[in-house]
């Protein structure tokens, strides 16, 4: 019992500690471009898929997968700003 209790308390803090960091990066964004992203989410996501193939499937070691994967993420939500929110922004 004190097991489950102990596992449920890990999973819940780190589940947790993701909607915090989401929140804090939705509030960030949010200041500094004045714009509210909404495919904040999806970026999140596809860096939890590239970590997850970069890591576990392909095989790289975890430090390198984590570098690899924050560069990619990076550039992808770079894309979406270049490329989706600074048109519309112009548009206006």
Known sequence: ML???LNLAVIGLTVGSL???IATSFALVYNMTGTFH???GGVFTVGAYLLYVLFAILGIPLAAALAITCLLTALFGAG???WIYRPLRRAQ
Request: charged share 15%; no cysteine.
């Open 38 to 40: 909404l495919a904040h």
């Open 19 to 21: 909607y915090a960091l």
């Open 80 to 82: 979406i700003e270049a």
């Open 3 to 5: 097991d489950l209790l």
